[in-house]
């Protein structure tokens, strides 16, 4: 018999450090936004929230970078951090990593600190790459943007738990 898996507390761990300036940060939170409106739609009672605030969001590093979009191995890899992440996810049973650097980070922890935690691996969410789309509402052609990095993204993150609670 196979058994469903239960979700109720679920975290974000992305590949990059958290942005700091405000053109950066304002792209961040409304492609986690877009993504998070996406998942409520298809999995409300997973994700209740459309807003990135009310999630758990986990850096993999906690100190200042030379390079704040790049993470180098050894930073994530350094007992400290591995003893945070820990304590970051102690009461979560889902964790998103987006990106491989996020995977990386959790793998390692688990390997130190073992817990039974559902693990959820996707691409990076990168800066939007927004595409001009027709859509037809009542036979008039009209256009909108979209970020296909937040749809592929879903894709793999819908496929996953679709897996992941025998759906």
């Given at each position: 018999?196979?058994?469903?898996?239960?979700?109720?507390?679920?975290?974000?761990?992305?590949?990059?450090?958290?942005p700091?300036s405000?053109?950066?940060?304002?792209?961040?939170?409304?492609?986690?936004?877009?993504?998070?409106?996406?998942l409520?739609?298809?999995?409300?009672?997973?994700?209740?929230?459309?807003?990135?605030?009310?999630?758990?969001?986990?850096?993999?590093?906690?100190?200042p970078?030379?390079?704040?979009?790049?993470?180098?191995y050894?930073?994530?890899?350094?007992?400290?951090?591995l003893?945070?992440?820990?304590?970051?996810?102690?009461?979560?049973?889902t964790?998103?990593?987006?990106?491989?650097?996020?995977?990386?980070?959790?793998?390692?922890?688990?390997e130190?600190?073992?817990k039974?935690?559902n693990?959820?691996?996707?691409?990076?969410?990168?800066?939007?790459?927004?595409?001009?789309?027709?859509?037809?509402?009542?036979?008039?052609?009209?256009?909108?943007?979209?970020?296909?990095?937040?749809?592929?993204?879903?894709?793999?993150i819908?496929?996953?738990?679709?897996?992941?609670?025998?759906?």
């Open positions: 018999m196979i058994t469903q898996r239960v979700i109720k507390d679920i975290g974000f761990i992305f590949s990059y450090m958290k700091i405000p053109q950066p940060l304002y792209r961040f939170k409304q492609q986690v936004n877009d993504l998070l409106v996406r409520n739609k298809h999995y409300p009672t997973i994700f209740p929230y459309t807003n990135y605030a009310q999630y758990c969001l986990i850096w993999p590093i906690d100190k970078s030379n390079n704040p979009n790049y993470v180098e050894a930073m994530i890899n350094e007992p400290a951090n003893e945070r992440l820990k304590t970051v996810v102690k009461d979560l049973d964790v998103i990593c987006i990106g491989e650097k996020a995977h990386f980070a959790i793998q390692k922890m688990l130190l600190y073992p039974d935690i693990i959820i691996k996707t691409r990076n969410l990168v800066y939007p790459i927004s595409r001009h789309i027709k859509r037809n509402y009542n036979e008039e052609p009209s256009r909108f943007r979209t970020n296909m990095q937040v749809i592929n993204i879903f894709k793999e819908d496929q996953q738990l679709k897996t992941l609670l025998k759906v």
